[in-house]
Each structure stands twice: as structure tokens, then as C-alpha cells.
């Protein structure tokens, strides 16, 4: 039989942590952050982090590993949670992957392609035809050298068009052809994948009371302790980086980098609902705020044990 592997997915402040934690101990689980920001030592109220006494409680992996000044990317988290996966399965216990960083999870699961890397000099050529003959002079030559590749890459989607010349330039194969040889966990282990989902209007108040609780805790003395040090620009992404620092630099009032947290999380748990929409295979289970944590990790834990 395979090994199980579950997974547990959503938008931010959809109520990951709370229902994790509960469902961890049901079924005798480790936990896997498939966050982009958790990885980051001293970055924690910006990252909702689960508690120390939390952590305790229910061991985390892929939390608190890197310096704020150290580059974190896709694949260095894959790498790390297959190691943390064969890690946990060794000693008897369920991997269970938290998070909402969806291109890390989709990477995990199905695969990254590993391209090569880039050259700027057939870049900066590809750019120059592209003004001079125009988007369709580049794709017609896609269209050429790999078929099936264009059908997939809108035809005034310049960025998708060069990159595609350039592998094939560089690594002389098609990127459809490179992008088949990808691997991921989906039929390696048992992958049981749940996503949770709430209505727009209500995760949005969700967030506006994150980040009102996140003020209040010391959002801005902990972004400026992270601003006295070089930071990477992986950490730079940070939501609340930009909008606290504009703050502190005397751009604009607490109250407004309150807005702009607020608004910019909303927009990106937006695109993180959009992204896990074309999840394969999940398991989506509706929650209002009427719902506990531990009915929600029970009714997932008994859907496990049939």
C-alpha cells in the first residue's frame, strides 16, 4: 500500500492553522509549511506563525529554517519537504502540507520544470524582434519549433513566447517536451488533498481583523527590526513589508499602511483562490464562521479512516 501524504490548502485567513493543529493530533501527523514567508527566522506576526507552545504541541517543518537575508524559492522547498516527507514517514507518522502558497504545492505535487537557466544577451534579441516585427513575428516562430507548446501560451503573451525560444535555443528540446519529464508526489503516495473555501464577504472581514490583530501584537516593530538588515528579495515579497516601511518612513500614517495591508491581502487571497481553482483533486469543504476548528478536523479525519 502506499504511504499517505495529506495536504491542507487554502487563501489566507481561511482558517489553516487552527484546523491543521486539531487534525494533526486526530491522525497523528507532522506538519509541513508550504509557505513561502514562514521559512523566515524573526518574521512572525507578518507570517501568522503557529505559537511556539504550538509547535510543541504538533512538531512543524520548513519553519523559522532561513535568514530573512537568504533567497528562498520553489525548488529549495520541494527539495526540503520530500526530504521532511521521507522523514516523517520513517518514524511512523503522517505528513500533513499547510499552506497557500499554491505554485510550491503544485510544484510538490505534479512537478517543476527544471529549464535552463537564462541568457540575457538571446533574451534582449528576442525583445528587439518583438518591437520591430511585432508579438505575432515571435509566436509564428514558436508555432515552428514547438506546436504544441504555443497552443498552450496566449499569442500576446511575450514573456511565456521568449521563454519558450530560449529553452529551445539552449537546451535544443522543445519545453513541452522538457515539461513532461517533470515529477511529483501525486502517484508516488496515497495524496489526499482538502482545500478549504468561504464566502468572499466573510474571509474578507477575516483578514481585516488579522491585520488589525497584527498591529496590535507589533506589526511595525517587527518590520522595523527586519528593515535594519539586508533583506532577500524572496523576504522583500513579504505582505506588510512595503506597506509598513512606507510608514515608517514618514510616507503616510499607521491607519493608512492599515489600508493598504488590508486591501493588498484581499487582493492577494483573490489570486490565491483563483490558483487553487484549478487544483486538481481537491476535497473542498465550505466553512462559515459558525463552524469550530476541531468539527471541521474531525469531519476530515473520519473521511480519512474510510
Known amino acids: 500500500m502506499k504511504k499517505r501524504v495529506i495536504c491542507l490548502i487554502g487563501p489566507t485567513a481561511s482558517g489553516k492553522t487552527e484546523i491543521a493543529l486539531k487534525l494533526a493530533k486526530r491522525i497523528g501527523a507532522e506538519i509541513i509549511s508550504c509557505d513561502s514567508m514562514q521559512i523566515y527566522k524573526g518574521i512572525d506576526i507578518a507570517t501568522s506563525k503557529p505559537t511556539k507552545a504550538e509547535t510543541r504541541r504538533i512538531p512543524h517543518h520548513l519553519i523559522d529554517v532561513l535568514s530573512p537575508s537568504q533567497e528562498y524559492n520553489v ?10 516527507i521521507n522523514h516523517i514517514h520513517k518514524k511512523g507518522k503522517v505528513p500533513l502540507i499547510v499552506g497557500g502558497s499554491g505554485l510550491y504545492l503544485r510544484a510538490l505535487i505534479d512537478g517543476l520544470f527544471e529549464g535552463p537557466g537564462r541568457d540575457s544577451a538571446l533574451r534582449n534579441k528576442l525583445s528587439q524582434q518583438a518591437k520591430k516585427y511585432g508579438k505575432a513575428y515571435l509566436y509564428r516562430k514558436l508555432k515552428k519549433q514547438d506546436p504544441e507548446a504555443a497552443c498552450k501560451i496566449h499569442p500576446h503573451d511575450l514573456r511565456r513566447i521568449i521563454r519558450a525560444l530560449e529553452v529551445y535555443k539552449l537546451a535544443r528540446e522543445p519545453i513541452s517536451a ?12 496515497d495524496l489526499r488533498i482538502f482545500g478549504l473555501r468561504r464566502k468572499r464577504d466573510e474571509l474578507y472581514r477575516r483578514i481585516e481583523r488579522r491585520v488589525d490583530k497584527m ?21 522583500e515579497g513579504l505582505l506588510g513589508y512595503r506597506e509598513i516601511a512606507g510608514y515608517l518612513k514618514g510616507e503616510y500614517s499607521k491607519d493608512r499602511a492599515s489600508e493598504l495591508l488590508k486591501r493588498n491581502t484581499r487582493h492577494y487571497a483573490k489570486r490565491q483562490i483563483s490558483w487553487f481553482k484549478n487544483e486538481k483533486g481537491v476535497n473542498w469543504i465550505e466553512l462559515s464562521d459558525e463552524d469550530k476548528s476541531q468539527i471541521i478536523a474531525d469531519k476530515i479525519g473520519l473521511s480519512l479512516s474510510r
Open 75 to 84: 525548488a529549495l522547498f520541494k527539495k526540503s519537504a520530500l526530504e521532511k
Open 178 to 189: 522538457r515539461q513532461k519529464k517533470t515529477f511529483g508526489i501525486r502517484d508516488k503516495y
Open 215 to 235: 498591529f496590535r501584537k507589533g506589526l511595525a516593530s517587527e518590520i522595523k527590526r527586519v528593515m535594519k538588515h539586508k533583506i532577500s528579495r524572496t523576504a
